[in-house]
């Protein structure tokens, strides 16, 4: 039973959150990327990719096309020349708080037969349980996996 309704809400999630980055370069995985430099401190090229199990190389190919659309930008380390953090521009910090909101807007919707109260409570409780079952993981690299946007999948 467990296994059913976990199924049934993540395929629902996945093909919400895949409606609602749509906009994006490469869907959810381009939301993840952007989510991942908007919300940490700047990480390398080589961090990002291996963070979100992205082969460096299909990374490369992805930074360029953030930036050929104003959502992000390299800039080179301070402290290690050949490195480049990638930065989120304030047009990148934009575009990710409407896709955050749509992604808000789709998990109210599917979960729109809970009263708030348990929809508070459910989160909380899937929050404490996934939190158990892997103690440390790297949420945004866990959900690039669960979704199939890294090799490892």
């Known amino acids: 039973m467990l296994g059913w309704s976990l199924t049934v809400l993540l395929r629902e999630w996945s093909a919400r959150v895949e409606e609602a980055s749509r906009d994006l370069p490469h869907?959810?995985?381009?939301?993840?990327?952007?989510?991942?430099?908007?919300h940490d401190a700047p990480p390398t090229q080589a961090a990002l990719a291996a963070r979100l199990?992205?082969?460096?190389?299909?990374?490369?190919?992805?930074?360029?096309?953030?930036?050929?659309?104003?959502?992000?930008?390299?800039?080179?380390d301070p402290s290690d020349r050949r490195a480049r953090r990638i930065v989120p521009t304030d047009h990148g910090r934009r575009v990710l708080a409407e896709v955050d909101a749509r992604v808000a807007q789709a998990e109210e919707e599917l979960l729109?037969?809970?009263?708030p109260e348990d929809r508070r409570v459910l989160r909380a409780l899937l929050e404490h349980a996934a939190?158990?079952?892997?103690?440390?993981?790297?949420?945004?690299a866990?959900?690039?996996?669960?979704?199939?946007?890294?090799?490892?999948?």
């Open 53 to 76: 199990g992205i082969d460096r190389t299909v990374m490369t190919y992805l930074l360029d096309k953030f930036e050929g659309c104003d959502l992000l930008e390299r800039r080179q």
């Open 112 to 115: 729109s037969t809970l009263p």
């Open 131 to 140: 939190t158990g079952a892997a103690p440390g993981e790297d949420r945004c």
């Open 142 to 153: 866990a959900v690039a996996r669960s979704a199939g946007l890294t090799q490892e999948a």
């Open 27 to 38: 869907g959810v995985r381009g939301y993840q990327v952007l989510s991942a430099v908007v």
